[in-house]
């Protein structure tokens, strides 16, 4: 008997545009049977965008996977005695306090092992990635989905979905990605940028950066006089006014560099590594002069990520033009669907 279909939709809900993916595992493969995205003008009409996309996506499944992020999600990084993995949540719980700046009554724990060293006296100890999220905030997630009709499955964290999209690109492409290697994978959407270091796939470090497309927006439409409206459309789509527009945009991304640079000084100092390659996700990812300016602050190879590459793709319920398109702003969706 065949092994059973399964399909799930992996949902990013940014602050501007929401992308849904649908993964279907068939025997070995990972295929993409659906795909939408729609612009969304603020938080109040992401419910109606939602269900809207759903509507037009003709998704064969109502299996949904989403993520949180934001000031409602915390990363510490802690150390702990050496211990077995089944009592690390136990001991995580009975310290949260001490690392996180919420009632740990209120919130969402998970924690993982992600590596181990020594303490002052040399003894061993578990370096620890500890992820807290608001409860309020992940009820409220599941309660808008479900009001929608749709069964949510499971609630992420942004960032830990661009390493499970990672892991899947690794899988699907075996041999590309070298053994050992240290990488980055940094999303920019409107109003934040996340971002991963990855060492041999595990997560070594995750942040948040409260930085984004938006600001570009904004400092394009101070250059130029223009409204909003038009600096986005000009960020789209620069034309002959390409040059003005990088050069509006220089500090900004800039600004954002440095802070991810901080984020790479932070990893190399704990971990005794060094990252060797960036790769940028999200809708800002499309800018033409994006790779150029951030490999230039970082002086290290930078490229925009393709995490569809690989995965096969069933065209006869997907818009393949538009989906290979917009490819790079689909890496948390992706990696929704692949951990779920």
């Known amino acids: 008997m065949l092994k059973q279909r399964k399909s799930i939709v992996g949902l990013d809900i940014g602050s501007s545009c929401i992308k849904a993916v649908e993964l279907t595992r068939d025997k070995y493969d990972h295929v993409i049977t659906g795909y ?3 612009d ?5 009409a992401r419910q109606d965008a939602i269900a809207e996309l759903m509507r037009v ?21 802690i150390s702990l005695p050496e211990m077995g993995e089944d009592k ?9 306090d001490k690392y996180i700046p919420f009632d740990v009554n209120d ?7 992600i590596g181990m060293g020594t303490d002052a006296t040399g003894r061993a100890e578990m ?11 992940v009820a409220d997630h599941s309660r808008m989905l479900t009001e929608l009709g749709l069964q949510p ?14 892991e ?16 980055a994978l940094i999303d920019i959407g409107a109003t934040k940028a996340s971002i991963n270091i990855l060492r041999d796939n595990v997560s070594c470090f995750a942040r948040e950066v409260p930085m984004g497309g938006q600001d570009l927006t904004n400092a394009i439409a101070r250059r130029l006089g223009v409204e909003p409206g038009q600096a986005e459309t000009l960020k789209r789509d620069a034309g002959d006014q390409l040059g003005v527009v990088q050069e509006a945009c220089g500090q900004v991304l800039e600004d954002l560099g440095n802070e991810v640079n901080l984020s790479f000084d932070f990893f190399e100092n704990q971990f005794d590594g060094e990252v060797q390659e960036v790769w940028l996700t999200g809708g800002t990812a499309l800018l033409p002069f994006l790779e150029e300016s951030f490999e230039k602050i970082f002086e290290k190879r930078t490229k925009t990520w393709n995490p569809i590459e690989g995965l096969k793709v069933r065209a006869d319920n997907v818009d393949v033009e538009a989906l290979n398109q917009l490819a790079p702003q689909l890496a948390v969706a992706i990696g929704l669907a692949a951990a779920s």
């Open 36 to 38: 939408a995205q729609v």
């Open 40 to 44: 969304v003008q603020n938080e109040a």
């Open 57 to 77: 996506a003709k998704f064969r499944t109502k299996r949904i996977a989403t993520a949180v992020s934001g000031k409602n999600v915390v990363f510490r990084y």
């Open 88 to 96: 690390l949540m136990q001991a995580v719980r009975l310290d949260a």
């Open 107 to 113: 919130v969402e724990l998970d924690a993982q092992k």
């Open 127 to 137: 370096k620890v990635l500890l992820v807290a999220a608001k409860r309020t905030v």
């Open 153 to 166: 499955v499971a609630v992420g964290v942004d960032g830990f979905a661009l390493g499970n999209a990672w």
């Open 168 to 183: 899947l690109g690794d899988m699907v492409n075996p041999g590309i990605q070298d053994p050992g290697r240290t990488v």
